[in-house]
């Protein structure tokens, strides 16, 4: 049988330390795919999601690359932009991912960083789930620090993921982000376990 990575599932509320604990396990020497980062590849210059852009919302394409705001106008106007648009680049993301995995099918261990995981049905390909949490008030605190975010934005985005609670019913693993020391802790520990298991 031919050996794989181990494909461990990032996740986590907007505010709960996924950014920082995902850099820890870079740290650690393990790669990490970011699913944002992915899309940000896929609308620039030249990404293989222009393309499928210019075909639904031609006016979103500015420099060969996907202009983000126009593609916001847009949803906010049709209620069917969001599921198209879906429908189009989350094949493409995908592909990403499972490139990612396959350049990195050595190590014993890949992380999956993938904000809305649950939310999007991802977890079919995952061998195991890591929920990042942290006090509903420390949540808050954090996102409203961020340069612009407003309360009534954070509500927002609040109100469209799943909670927290049910993400740490659903994880295979929590990690509680109080304090960098004891999340760089939790995530080494971490590695040690998957790696040692599933090497």
């Given at each position: 049988?031919?050996?794989?990575?181990?494909?461990?599932?990032?996740?986590?509320?907007?505010?709960?330390?996924?950014?920082?604990?995902?850099?820890?396990?870079?740290?650690?020497?393990?790669?990490?795919?970011?699913?944002?980062?992915?899309?940000?590849?896929?609308?620039?210059?030249?990404?293989?999601?222009?393309?499928?852009?210019?075909?639904?919302?031609?006016?979103?394409?500015?420099?060969?690359?996907?202009?983000?705001?126009?593609?916001?106008?847009?949803?906010?106007?049709?209620?069917?932009?969001?599921?198209?648009?879906?429908?189009?680049?989350?094949?493409?993301?995908?592909?990403?991912?499972?490139?990612?995995?396959?350049?990195?099918s050595?190590?014993?261990?890949?992380?999956?960083?993938?904000?809305?995981?649950?939310?999007?049905?991802?977890?079919?390909?995952?061998?195991?789930?890591?929920?990042?949490?942290?006090?509903?008030?420390?949540?808050?605190?954090?996102?409203?620090?961020?340069?612009?975010?407003?309360?009534?934005?954070?509500?927002?985005?609040?109100?469209?993921?799943?909670?927290?609670?049910?993400?740490?019913?659903r994880?295979?693993?929590?990690?509680?982000?109080?304090?960098?020391?004891?999340?760089?802790?939790?995530?080494?520990?971490?590695?040690?376990?998957?790696?040692a298991?599933?090497?």
């Amino acid at each position: 049988m031919t050996a794989r990575s181990f494909l461990l599932g990032l996740t986590g509320s907007i505010g709960m330390g996924k950014s920082t604990t995902a850099m820890f396990f870079q740290e650690a020497g393990v790669p990490v795919w970011d699913a944002d980062a992915a899309v940000h590849r896929l609308y620039g210059p030249g990404g293989a999601a222009v393309a499928a852009i210019a075909a639904l919302c031609p006016e979103a394409i500015r420099d060969d690359a996907v202009d983000r705001d126009v593609l916001k106008r847009w949803i906010a106007s049709d209620p069917c932009a969001l599921s198209r648009i879906e429908a189009a680049v989350h094949p493409l993301v995908a592909q990403d991912r499972a490139a990612f995995v396959a350049r990195h099918s050595d190590a014993p261990l890949v992380v999956l960083d993938i904000p809305l995981l649950f939310e999007t049905g991802a977890t079919g390909g995952m061998d195991a789930v890591l929920v990042v949490s942290a006090p509903p008030e420390v949540q808050r605190a954090r996102v409203l620090a961020r340069p612009g975010m407003t309360a009534a934005q954070f509500e927002t985005i609040h109100a469209r993921q799943m909670p927290d609670t049910e993400k740490r019913a659903r994880a295979d693993y929590v990690i509680e982000t109080q304090s960098l020391e004891q999340t760089r802790a939790e995530v080494q520990a971490l590695v040690q376990k998957l790696g040692a298991t599933h090497a």
